[in-house]
């Protein structure tokens, strides 16, 4: 299979996201799709995916034009689609979301269930995951959806697949099963087009590379020919800066400390304080707790047991409106089901978390959160048209900053970010790395979630490595390494750690 896209041209409004863009696809490939955020990866793929019209320019696909006025025809026409912000049916199992669409049907016409559910079991036995078909897709952490959209995807017996931003919510075991698969279907001649904000996993499993910014094709060339700071400064158009990141502060007073800490069955016995002016990482595998230790913290979630402190202060029946009046921000994981308010405009979302404070009599001061989203929108650079504009109008990673300005707003005391660069391009995850450092030298104790050990290594002082609802040890400084995380975060011991220095 061989697609060529020609001239493709498309504007939203007067807004010109793809200016003749012209590639061509071939099976047997891995073929990586870059950009900033906003550079047009995703309109140029939902194109091809037959949920836009181009405004011009053809498709061939193996010599004959493609007409994919909608997605079934994509489908048709042998081409499959992980969408970056996931497609799931939470009411249903998860067996029968991976057949959504083409669902089997018995001799007598009705729903094969027990088919669909033999070949998800086959499937996830194939991958390796540890997940029950049956249970409910709304009941399960984006990281599983995200494996069930791939694996759904990698089922359709398509000759190309399509993946926007599939590794953003995997930990690194997940992310090498994918590649694995990714290898497998490559042997079988199925194309693949890889987007991904992760530079070393391009280099890790690409062999060709197209870079897109503001709409024009700027770059294209065999992946072994080039480094991973080539490809940045590709997108970026300069230099992408990667010396350490300054560390030395004065840390201030203790604000947060959690003792015994316990919600069963997703964590038990956590001890830790935070000081201002401190950046603390939290990382894990998945089913590491962290999210949902988070989640209770910030009274989004319940507790068994234990005790949690604010400024010295024991917090008792926590809510997240006592949490946020105690100038804790949340900002979750998972921004399309927990972040982003899809009906409301984009200076609504950025704002929802400040209306109780800036409104009078119910009534909300607009002018106040327009001044300072517009403050937020040149720090963190979000690529948009109008505040008035539906968020979903924004590329992933805009809408990812959006989140993050809801929550700078509030001026919050202790910032918690779950995954804060989820699909953030190079260039703007250093801005949000400088904002995180910035706030720690205002004194706002800050703390990180991330599954990627580089980014904790890279903004924080010291970081808890969580195992399986425990904290399984510390490390500070220097002692953070891929290596260090690892050994942790797979239920190794913090003194093999130590010992081997
Ligand atoms: N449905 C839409 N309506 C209006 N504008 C849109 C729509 N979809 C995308 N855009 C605009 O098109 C441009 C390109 O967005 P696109 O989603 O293709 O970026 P991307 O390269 O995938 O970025 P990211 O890395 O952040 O996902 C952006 O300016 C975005 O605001
Ligand atoms: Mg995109």
Redesign the pocket.
């Known amino acids: 299979m061989k697609i060529e896209m020609t001239n493709i041209k498309k504007s939203?409004g007067n807004?010109e996201?793809l200016k003749s863009i012209s590639l061509t696809i071939n099976g047997g490939e891995i073929y990586a799709l870059l950009?900033e955020?906003?550079?047009?990866?995703?309109?140029l793929m939902n194109i091809l995916g037959g949920i836009h019209q181009a405004d011009e320019g053809a498709i061939m696909i193996d010599g004959e034009t493609a007409q994919l006025h909608n997605p079934v025809q994509s489908q048709e026409a042998g081409i499959a689609f992980i969408h970056?912000e996931l497609n799931l049916i939470n009411d249903l199992p998860v067996y029968e979301n991976m057949f959504l669409g083409r669902e089997p049907k018995t001799k007598r016409g009705s729903l094969d269930l027990e088919k669909m559910l033999h070949e998800t079991e086959e499937m996830f036995k194939k991958m390796n995951i540890q997940l029950d078909p049956r249970k409910m897709v709304g009941d399960l952490d984006s990281s599983y959806k995200q494996t069930i959209e791939i694996c759904r995807a990698m089922m359709t017996n398509a000759s190309v697949i399509i993946m926007d931003e599939p590794t953003t919510s995997l930990t690194d075991s997940e992310i090498e099963r994918v590649f694995e698969m990714m290898k497998t279907l490559k042997s079988h001649n199925v194309g693949l087009i890889f987007i991904s904000?992760k530079l070393q996993e391009v280099k890790r499993i690409c062999d060709r590379y197209a870079v897109?910014r503001d709409g024009v094709l700027v770059s294209e060339g065999s992946v072994p020919d080039v480094t991973t700071d080539d490809l940045a400064r590709f997108m970026v158009g300069h230099d992408v800066r990667t010396e350490p990141l300054a560390k030395e502060r004065n840390l201030g007073k203790e604000v947060l400390r959690v003792e015994e800490l316990t919600h069963h069955p997703f964590f038990r016995n956590i001890n830790f304080s935070v000081k201002q002016g401190e950046v603390v990482g939290v990382t894990g595998l998945l089913g590491d707790g962290r999210s949902e230790l988070f989640q209770s913290i910030f009274g989004a979630d319940d507790i068994s047991s234990g005790k949690i402190y604010i400024d010295g202060e024991e917090v008792k029946n926590n809510s997240t409106i006592k949490a946020i009046n105690k100038g804790i921000a949340y900002l979750p994981r998972n921004r399309k089901e927990n972040a982003i308010i899809q009906d409301m405009d984009i200076l609504e979302n950025s704002s929802i978390a400040t209306w109780p404070k800036f409104s009078k009599a119910g009534i909300i001061n607009n002018e106040w959160h327009l001044k300072k989203f517009e403050d937020l929108k040149k720090t963190l650079r979000i690529?948009?048209q109008d505040p008035t504009d539906s968020i979903?109008?924004?590329?992933?990673?805009?809408q990812q900053k959006v989140v993050l300005a809801k929550w700078l707003a509030t001026d919050p005391k202790i910032l918690i970010l779950d995954n804060p660069t989820q699909?953030v391009?190079v260039g703007a995850k250093e801005d949000i790395y400088d904002i995180i450092l910035k706030l720690a030298d205002e004194n706002i104790a800050v703390i990180v979630l991330s599954s990627e050990a580089s980014e904790i290594i890279r903004v924080c002082d010291r970081s808890l490595v969580m195992y399986q609802g425990v904290i399984q040890g510390e490390l500070i400084g220097k002692e953070m390494s891929d290596h260090s995380i690892m050994n942790l975060a797979t239920g190794g011991e913090l003194a093999e750690e130590r010992s081997e220095k």
């Open positions: 939203f807004n996201v950009g955020n906003g550079a047009g990866k995703s309109t970056q904000h897109l690529k948009m979903l109008s924004l590329s992933g990673g805009n699909g391009d």
